[in-house]
């Protein structure tokens, strides 16, 4: 297996630029992620790797080798892509076998190949089954049966699941991750789906209009994102985002951020961090999750109130999703499923203060 690094590497297409001077290093045997939004370059960044697209600058390197002008074949890597591009009228056996038979492996060695691979998938009942016969679900599992009997260098994955229903792409994505144990392999990976980046990856890169905008392990972004957008794209419902100043009590020395309608206490700690900027206005976040009623306060919070209305509310079974409107703002509380809800009406809200997060307006970074 393989690292994997890009230095300085930069797509474009006349004016439009698709991957902008991205470095990355991925280790040998890690899951890396990348993730955005639909145009941020992670497709673009994958298939520059596969070498499918020509670099305009910088240097892409496979273990100790660049491969700026290798050809895909020689690459020793191995794709799965949206569409499983599986070939109709051969069998599963046959499409497994494909690429081995033009490399001219031995038949005995093909066939050991392919029936691991096919066991370690769960397929083996499909061999002599032809793609129309089989679910989505198992057709995606012949693609990467396909990737896996190359016993490649790095698999590269882009949206593989994405054809698949909610329950299935579950399912798959747990498969994915102990087959990535198993294997021992480089694996990146290109989604869109936040969801599928924080249950899989080892780390994840988040991109936005061809920049890197932060790289790190699931955790960490969630909980120390370097930027609004990091922040708000990481993180299901999104984080909320309220325009307010940074304003200190002249008696106590306290700051507080005053959102105009409401007015929350910073802990001590949050407010040595962010005293400098003082009388400032702030970007003020804080996640769904972190928004309690005043009924069902967890313990040991730093809790500020939040005097809210209700404007309306998702019962989700095992806890509620509360839209609710403060000066006319509107922002999504998570709330214990006990919580009584009316649209209309107002609702005692608690913020834990320990969780938030400021972001400086013009430039978007995070203060804290």
């Known amino acids: 297996m393989a ?41 673009t960044s994958l298939r520059l790797l596969a070498g499918l697209e ?10 100790d080798k660049i491969v700026n002008d290798v050809p895909p074949k020689d690459r020793d890597i191995a794709m799965v892509f949206q569409s499983y591009a599986l070939y109709p009228h051969m069998t599963v056996y046959d499409n497994m076998a494909f690429g081995l038979k033009l490399r001219k ?33 198992q057709r995606q599992r012949v693609a990467l049966g396909r990737a896996i009997v190359r016993n490649p260098k790095v698999f590269l994955l882009d949206e593989p699941l994405s054809n698949l229903d909610a329950k299935l792409r579950v399912e798959t994505r747990a498969n994915l991750t102990r087959l990535h144990k198993r294997l021992g392999a480089t694996f990146i990976y290109v989604t869109h789906d936040q969801v599928e980046a924080m249950t899989m990856a080892d780390r994840i890169a988040v991109l936005r209009d061809g920049i890197l905008q932060q790289v790190d392990a699931p955790q960490v972004l969630y909980n120390h994102p370097t930027n609004v957008f990091v922040a708000g794209f990481i993180g299901s419902p999104s984080m909320n985002f309220f325009d307010a100043t940074l304003v200190e009590e002249v008696d106590t020395k306290k700051l507080f951020i005053d959102g105009g309608s409401f007015r929350l206490e910073l802990p001590a700690d949050k407010a ?20 309690h009623s005043a009924e069902f306060v967890p313990p040991d919070i730093i809790a500020a109130p939040l005097p809210a209305e209700v404007d ?52 978007e970074v995070a203060l804290v």
């Open 3 to 43: 690292s994997v690094d890009y230095e300085h590497v930069t797509k474009r297409w006349g004016d439009v630029v698709a991957v902008n001077d991205l470095t990355l290093h991925i280790n040998d045997k890690e899951f890396m992620v990348y993730v955005g939004p639909s145009g941020c370059g992670k497709s």
């Open 54 to 63: 020509e670099i305009t600058e910088g240097i892409i390197k496979i273990g």
């Open 105 to 137: 492996v031995p038949k005995q060695e093909i066939n050991q190949k392919v029936n691991e691979a096919a066991e370690l998938l769960g397929i083996s009942n499909l061999l002599d089954r032809k793609p129309k016969a089989l679910s989505g679900g």
């Open 272 to 291: 040595d961090q962010v005293r400098k900027h003082k009388g400032k206005e702030v970007i003020f976040g804080i996640r769904p999750e972190d928004i």
């Open 312 to 363: 309306f509310f998702e019962l989700m079974g095992n806890e509620i999703f509360v839209y609710a409107l403060t000066g006319g703002k509107q922002f999504i509380a998570r709330v214990d499923p006990r919580t009584r809800a009316t649209p209309g009406q107002s609702i005692d809200l608690v913020v834990n203060m320990e969780n938030m997060h400021l972001f400086d307006p013009t430039t």
